[in-house]
């Protein structure tokens, strides 16, 4: 039998195995790939203050990557043409090349510039060394989307580093694609910049969650005059900002190629996705006349925490089944039809003309009678991509004729409404050809400009003729102002030439705009969050800064804040820029002169050229985003851009009629006090949008007298009624009966003129004579 002493001793040894395997269980959860790691397990690794970090230098094990079974992709889903369903396209980019990289001195790994690109070679090296077949080790595991750097959804708290050049290139700069402000020396830079130029600097960003890792996207230093970028760097992770791992290749630390320019972007994806909490990027070398400047984004899955309240509150989902997804052009016109499809009693799709490349710039009309003009109903329009790469106006809008038609069948009396009020026009996107430029790299790998541009180079933005000048030197002059009215202003003829630099994208938005008489609309911009309203132009030479208002200027406020109030972002005074400028002073909106003087807008055109106020409407500070951030953005702006839509009902509407009751085209409506008038369409209905209070408006034609009343302007929802019938002039009625009879009218002016000149020349004769 057994001793009891000897039971004890075994039980002590059972004991001390134990906790030797939990001390080893702890150390081995590092060394297990994504799918065999306990994710909570590590949450309970103590943490240290994050400044604490070991020498670049120092070995660490290296990982025992297991390979992952070779995973099919599901199949296609055979599209409904009658529902709407939710996009699942994940971000594809390029696999970094993996071939063994085990010192600095070895060429460093390739990186990848192109999404959804193929590995070609058939042959690769698995994680242990060894080559095998692709069926045995498979690589093409889907990128995870971006944390959100450059969205500022990872906040600057959530970004440390080593050392700062100063405070405006601290790590909180380090963000994809910010840019740096006019001065490069102030709060605003465009990078993280590191104190010393040496190997031990590094940049860290904590999740706050255990987050799978998957890849890295650099940049250098947004600057005008510096080359600051880093050519080769090491990644690193930890759960405790404390204990760090490189990431390994075979044997040896694995070395990422870095940039070789500071704007394009450049990605190099983890040689197997990673679970931790924290990512330090290890910069190991940089543009020899450059310092350490970078900006970054982390590719990284949050990994689903039930017991986490702070990210389960701050977590944004919708319930509006639409189509949440990048839509190339193809599929941009496949949805259309789709909405076309069900929807046909108030939409109708039509295009305005053609792209440089000749793709259609193709429009949708949401009205309860689509096609035609209703006498007295507003028109309201909205366009987006007039820059190809700024694409969440594009997915906005198409998301937007979406929801209005499934809102219009499910009864929504507030979406019944507006469409049976308005004729709708959504203009998606001006500049096909650039768009297809970006979304051919991706929504990271473009950059801050790729397909900005039109196809033969031509910014769609500042395109349209400069009118404020003409204007501005007229009123200094005090030309007599027929020649330049305050309103209609013509486009000058050297504007109109063949050799005139303008893009047939802005050519046809122009037809578009003289065709339709559109009272309010929006362009969707992005790279920024706020809503600009006219002038764009400064008015004093030589500034580039100055607050320049229309004589409209406190309509065009109410406008802008209608959009920024109802915004979930744009007036939250707790949100960080984006950039470098701070738009909180102004409620989410700004005068866009002030901003940064642009001649030729859209704004500015379409308010001195037409009836139409227009104001760009920034919709984010990411240009292009992920797929994954499309359903919050929708949130974001989906009342701003019902509301906004909503205001096309201020101010006052009628008809301008002569006695017979037929209404009169091109009759002048104007507002005392407000030296800026507008015109009646061609069935002689107007809207003039007003903000609350009493105006005394006239109206006036050629050839009629002018007829003026008092109207009021209410704060309920609804354009008052301010009618007008005006009699033509006696000089008009002798004119109109002459030429019934087929005789020419006699002018009175021309018979008194006539008859001084011939009493001149008598006199004149008399006085040579004498």
Partial sequence: M?????????????????????????????????EEQDYYLQEIINRDHYYSFPDPEEEYSPFTEQPREEETEPPLETEEPQRFKLGKKELKMKKANKKDKSTLETPPVKNGNKKGEKNKKSNERTPDGDYERRSTYEESWESCPPLGLETLKITDFQLHASTVKRYGLGAHRARLNIQAGVNENDFYDGAWCAGRNDPYQWIEVDARRLTKFTGVITQGRNSLWLSDWVTSYKVMVSNDSHAWITVKNGS??????????????????????LVARYIRINPRTWYEDGSICMRLEILGCPLPDPNNYYHRRNEMTTTDNLDFKHHNYKEMRQLMKVVNEMCPNITRIYNIGKSHQGLKLYAVEISDNPGEHEVGEPEFRYMAGAHGNEVLGRELLLLLMQFMCQEYLAGNPRIVRLIKDTRIHLLPSINPDGYEKAYEVGSELGGWSLGRWTQDGIDINNNFPDLNTLLWESEDRKRVMRKVPNHHIPIPEWYLSENATVAVETRAVIAWMEKNPFVLGGNLQGGELVVAYPYDMVRSTWKTQEHTPTPDDHVFRWLAYSYASTHRLMTDARRRVCHTEDFQKEDGTVNGASWHTVAGSINDFSYLHTNCFELSIYVGCDKYPHESELPEEWENNRESLIVFMEQVHRGIKGMVRDLHGKGIPNAIISVEGVNHDIRTASDGDYWRLLNPGEYVVT?????????????????????????????KTNLARIKEIMEKFGKQPISLSLRRNRQRARQRRQQYRQLSTV
Avoid: H
Wanted: negative net charge; aromatic residues 10%; charged residues 20%.
């Fill in 252 to 273: 040896g630390d694995m070395i990422f190629e870095g940039n070789s320019e500071k704007e394009i972007p450049v990605l190099n994806e983890l040689p197997v996705p």
């Fill in 699 to 727: 109206a006036k034609a050629e050839g009629y007298t002018a007829a003026t009343k008092n109207c009021a302007v209410g704060y309920d929802m609804g354009a008052t009624r301010c009618d007008f019938t005006i009699s």
């Fill in 2 to 34: 057994t001793s009891f002493v000897e039971k004890a001793s075994f039980a002590q040894l059972c004991l001390t195995l134990c906790a030797f395997d939990l001390t080893l269980l702890g150390d081995i959860t590092w060394a297990l790939p994504m």
